[in-house]
């Protein structure tokens, strides 16, 4: 699909890629290889790393504030970056220049600092494209209609890439990043972890939402529905460039499931450390509890993911536990002290000290056994589980926090993903 054909990109380089000026040339090596090889090129930038941060704490510190002012201050990181580049390869002699987002326009909703992407005019890019101006485009930001500035949530610029790539459709999206691709697991815990060269939308969307925080989930949503593959590779570590520049080899691709041929059953193993439980004990088991309890969490958006309930003893009560983000904890907590009045149950075991391990493939659609597998490695490992959850392509398991890097390495083992 991709290989030698594909002639308009989209490449986007994220914070740690344009920290210096240095790297910022190393980037610009990047994007004149490819215009020289007469590509159509479109560049989306983050800004410098560590930037976003820096202005998200002058905001806080002033404390409570209308928040599209806070977006116009924290968008600002990409227009510096964005401007840097423009300047680095004009001075190289390639013509390039900055667009910030209300420049093209993208256009999004009004939900500041975490804003969806409406509309993403196409015109402006083009006209620059086809007199040969590369247009470098400030990443995570828009406007909105009443024309205030917008972020698009942590890690926004990944979206904004793959955004512009539909608008001009692309043949593809690169991304460019500080790791060489996306691996069958943290490589930081699993020392045998592999690059994979091809990996599915949606098992992709399962690594990112489960914790692997090489893309935003979104970007790999608008992706899948718009059919754009993304490769995900590094700015510093393809030093064979220049002599082997076969696309095949290079990164990872996030693609159509039918354009992969490999048949794998499990093609990665996920996890997360941020997560809590609560066990609600001797519950009245009636109609309409869970009802209560689970609709007043998703009012304060507090977003439960696995929910276990025990069968009743004595047809009158019950044990309801559910897990949920670590960070959002208190405020479940607090909602459950409010429900009290309305709906008995005799105390709250809250616990942080839990971990989830995921195994995520495709093929699971197609092979039975795997959810099987995974618990009898766990079980020769001693390792009880605490709650499990399963979808087409992915089984979850809660465990002990404490035997996570322990699981996730024999698991990766048991799938045949470890590196020869
Ligand atoms: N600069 C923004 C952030 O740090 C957006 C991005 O890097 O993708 O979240
Ligand atoms: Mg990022």
Redesign the pocket.
């Known amino acids: 699909m991709l290989d030698k054909n594909y002639n308009k990109i989209v490449m986007k380089f994220?914070?740690t890629s344009m920290a210096d000026i240095d790297k910022i040339s190393k980037v610009a090596d990047h994007i004149e290889r490819e215009f020289n090889s007469s590509k159509k090129v479109a560049v989306v930038v983050?800004?410098m790393s560590g930037e976003?941060d820096r202005l998200i704490n002058l905001v806080d510190a002033i404390g409570k504030i209308d928040n599209s002012e806070r977006d116009a201050v924290i968008s600002s990181?990409?227009q510096v970056s964005s401007a840097l580049l423009a300047l680095t390869l004009k001075a190289r002699g390639i013509q390039a220049r900055s667009v910030q987002g209300w420049q093209i326009p993208l256009k999004t909703d009004e939900v500041h600092g975490s804003a969806r992407i409406l509309d993403v005019q196409s015109k402006y890019l083009d006209d620059l494209i086809s007199r040969k101006e590369i247009p470098i485009i400030a990443?995570?930001q828009g406007i909105t209609d009443d024309n205030r500035i917008s972020t698009l949530g942590?890690?926004?610029?990944?979206t904004t890439a793959v955004a512009i790539a539909c608008s001009l459709k692309a043949d593809l999206c690169d991304i460019y990043t500080d790791v060489d691709g996306v691996y069958t697991s943290d490589p930081r815990i699993v020392e045998l972890a592999k690059k994979i060269s091809k990996i599915s939308f949606e098992e992709m969307l399962e690594m990112a939402s489960q914790g692997a925080k090489v893309l935003?989930t979104r970007s790999v949503e608008l992706a899948m529905s718009y059919g754009i593959a993304i490769r995900v590779r590094s700015t510093f570590a393809e030093n064979n460039l220049e002599k082997n520049n076969k696309t095949i080899n290079i990164g990872t691709i996030v693609t159509n499931e039918d354009s992969i041929l490999e048949d794998k059953v499990v093609s990665g193993i996920a996890y997360s450390k941020n997560e809590a439980k609560i066990t609600i004990q001797n519950l009245d088991d009636k109609p309409g509890v869970a009802a209560q309890i689970f609709g007043n969490l998703a009012k304060s958006a507090v977003n439960v993911d696995m929910i276990v309930q025990n069968i009743s003893a004595d047809g009158k009560h019950t044990d309801l536990t559910f897990t949920l983000q670590e960070a959002e904890l208190k405020t479940a907590k607090s909602i459950l002290d409010d429900l009290k009045s309305e709906v008995s149950y005799e105390k709250l075991i809250e616990s942080k000290d839990i971990a989830k391990v995921s195994v995520i493939g495709v093929g699971m659609r197609s092979h039975a056994g795997v959810a099987a597998e995974m618990f009898s490695t766990l079980a020769e490992k001693g390792i009880n589980i605490q709650a499990i959850t399963t979808s087409e392509i992915k089984v979850s398991v809660i465990i002990d926090s404490q035997y996570i890097e322990l699981a996730m390495r024999a698991l990766h083992s048991a799938f045949g993903l470890d590196q020869k």
């Open positions: 994220g914070g983050s800004a976003t990181g990409e990443g995570f942590r890690g926004g610029s990944d935003q």
